[in-house]
C-alpha cells in the first residue's frame, strides 16, 4: 500500500470488527481490479480500527466503487466509502512533522507502523528520495489529523533510535512560508474551530451522513451472511 495513489484509493468506514481484509479485498474486487486494501491496527489489541483503505488501478475503477458500494451493509452496519484525497483534505489541520536524519534503509511502511502509534495519519508517510535513484535523501514528512497525535510523535520521538541511528522530530515549514513552521497558535485555534478534526479516528465523521440516492446493488452474495444490501 505504500505509497498509495490517492486519486485511486477508497477510503471505506463504518467497518465491523469482523470485517477483515481479505474480506474487504474480495467485496471490492467486484467494482474493479484491486491493487491493495490497509486496514490500520490498534498497536496494543491488534484490532482494526474500524476504517480502512482499497486502492485500485485506476481512479475509475475508485469512482465505481464508491457508486456501488457507498452504505452497502456488511454484518449489519452501512459502510462509507468516498476517495481518500477528499477525505484526507477536509481533516488537514496542519499537524505536519519534519522527519531527519533517516537511515537508508527506513521505507514508508516502517514510519507509518512507528508513528501511527499516536494517532491518525492521514496520507502515506512522504519519504523524500532521488528522481534518479529513487534512493531516500534521509528526511521525511508525516501528516497527522490532530495536534494532539504530532505534540505526542515530537515528545516521544525526537532524539530516539530508529535503525541505529537518533532522529530529529519537529514541525514542518510551512510551504511558501519565510521560516514559519507548522503547529502555530493560529493553526492550533483554527483546528479547535473546526468540527472535522475533533474526530480521532476518520470514521466517525461519517456516521451521521445521509443515505446517498438509489444505486445499483452489488452482487455479495458470495461473501457470506455477513453482508447484505442497502435497505
Not at 127 to 145: C, E, L, Q, V, W
Request: with cysteine.
Amino acid at each position: 500500500l505504500f505509497p498509495r495513489v490517492q486519486d485511486a484509493t477508497v477510503y471505506v468506514g463504518g467497518l465491523d470488527e469482523k470485517v477483515s481484509e481479505p474480506l474487504l479485498w474480495e467485496l471490492f474486487l467486484q467494482a474493479g481490479p484491486v491493487v491493495n486494501t490497509h486496514m490500520p491496527k490498534d498497536r496494543v489489541t491488534g484490532q482494526h480500527q474500524g476504517y480502512g483503505f482499497v486502492e485500485f488501478l485506476s481512479e475509475e475503477d475508485a469512482d465505481y466503487a464508491i457508486k456501488i458500494m457507498n452504505m452497502i451493509k456488511l454484518y449489519g452496519k452501512p459502510i462509507r466509502v468516498n476517495k481518500a484525497s477528499a477525505h484526507n483534505k477536509n481533516l488537514d489541520v496542519g499537524a505536519n512533522i519534519f522527519i531527519g536524519n533517516l537511515d537508508p534503509e527506513i521505507d514508508e511502511k516502517l514510519l507509518y507502523d512507528t508513528f501511527s502509534a499516536f494517532g491518525v495519519i492521514l496520507q502515506t508517510p512522504k519519504i523524500m528520495r532521488d528522481p534518479d535513484t529513487g534512493n531516500s535523501k534521509g528526511y521525511a514528512f508525516i501528516n497527522f489529523a490532530s495536534f494532539d497525535a504530532s505534540d505526542a510523535a515530537i515528545e516521544a520521538m525526537n532524539g530516539q533510535y530508529l535503525c541505529n541511528r537518533p532522529i530529529t522530530v519537529s514541525y514542518a515549514f510551512k510551504k511558501d512560508s519565510k521560516g514559519e513552521r507548522h503547529g502555530s497558535a493560529a493553526e492550533r485555534l483554527l483546528a479547535a474551530q473546526n468540527p472535522l478534526s475533533q474526530a480521532d479516528r476518520p470514521h466517525q465523521l461519517f456516521a451521521d451522513a445521509p443515505p446517498p440516492p438509489s444505486i445499483p446493488t452489488p452482487v455479495v452474495t458470495s461473501l457470506g451472511p455477513g453482508v447484505t444490501p442497502p435497505g
